[in-house]
Nanobody, 119 residues
Framework: QVQLQESGPGLVKPSQTLSLTCTVS??????????WSWIRQPPGKEPEWMGV???????HYSPSLKSRTTISRDASKNQFSLQLSSVTPEDTAVYYC???????????WGKGTLVTVSS
């Protein structure tokens, strides 16, 4: 059973960088063929895909967030991370780390973590 768990600060001040880590168990983030993503859902809005890190370490980002987003990994800890810079209150959301399915959709979700951007 694959499990994902988000961790990081629940409150970030405007203009600062939001940093979250996803710890994965039950599978390796370097397993061939799989990708690992971050999705967020602001209050009252639809989920938004933010970006992905592939098993080979390559990354792809949402065009609307690309200039502020970095996804990285620590394979030795089986973790991947999200950094979102220059945050504003509009970045307040529940942030999820997920493992997409090889045929589409999402196979596994973390429980999600609420990050509030406020001074």
């Amino acid at each position: 059973q694959v499990q994902l768990q988000e961790s990081g600060p629940g409150l970030v001040k405007p203009s600062q960088t939001l940093s979250l880590t996803c710890t994965v168990s039950g599978d390796s983030i370097t397993s061939s063929g799989y990708t690992w993503s971050w999705i967020r859902q602001p209050p009252g809005k639809e989920p938004e895909w933010m970006g992905v890190i592939v098993f080979d370490g390559s990354t792809h980002y949402s065009p609307s967030l690309k200039s502020r987003t970095t996804i990285s990994r620590d394979a030795s800890k089986n973790q991947f991370s999200l950094q979102l810079s220059s945050v504003t209150p509009e970045d307040t959301a529940v942030y999820y780390c997920v493992r997409p399915g090889v045929r589409g959709g999402i196979d596994y979700w973390g429980k999600g973590t609420l990050v509030t951007v406020s001074s």
